[in-house]
Every structure is written in structure tokens, then in C-alpha cells.
């Protein structure tokens, strides 16, 4: 625990960012979950439709310094891969 009042704004500033990063995390690998379950189930008309929040998801993760830029375009190209492989297999 500091005693200098910098390290005491330092902390409280820590935790604050802290529980809103963790917030931001938590919504980024819900909205992953929820596309990879549309994968899953083979559902390429519901997938296109959440592929576009799923990647505006993602760039925000990046803008705001969750997710490293290399992890998110991986993340991104395997999602849209997996898509476009739905809609060739129903079409």
C-alpha cells in the first residue's frame, strides 16, 4: 500500500482500469464464443449476419490495447475463413 499520494492515485487508477479492461476482455471472447457457435452449428446465414460485430469487436479490442494487432488479424482471418468454407458447402 503506498503512502505517497501519487502511488495511492496510482492504485486507484490501476483498479479502475483494471475492472474496465476486464469488462472489455470479457465482452471480446463472449462475442468469439457466440461466433464460434454459429460455426459449430453450420449456421452460415446467421454467421455472415454476426461476422461483422464480431470483427468491429475485435478492432475495438485492438484500438484499446486488449488485444495485440497480429493476435486480432488471426482471429479475424480464421472467423472469416470458417464463414466463407459455411456458405460454400450450403450454396
Known amino acids: 500500500m503506498g503512502r ?6 496510482n492504485q486507484r487508477k490501476t483498479r479502475r482500469r483494471n475492472l474496465v479492461n476486464r469488462s ?46 497480429n493476435a486480432a488479424a488471426r482471429h479475424k482471418s480464421r472467423l472469416t475463413r470458417h464463414v466463407n468454407t459455411l456458405g460454400k458447402k450450403s450454396a
Not at 505517497?4 to 492515485?9: R, T, V, Y
Not at 470479457?26 to 461483422?52: N, Q, Y
Open 4 to 9: 505517497i499520494q501519487s502511488a495511492i492515485k
Open 24 to 69: 472489455r476482455r470479457s465482452s471480446l471472447r463472449t462475442g468469439l464464443k457466440k461466433m464460434r457457435r454459429l460455426i459449430e452449428d453450420k449456421d452460415a446465414k446467421g454467421a455472415k449476419a454476426a461476422i461483422t460485430e464480431t470483427i468491429a469487436t475485435i478492432d475495438r479490442a485492438v484500438r484499446k490495447g486488449i488485444l495485440h494487432r
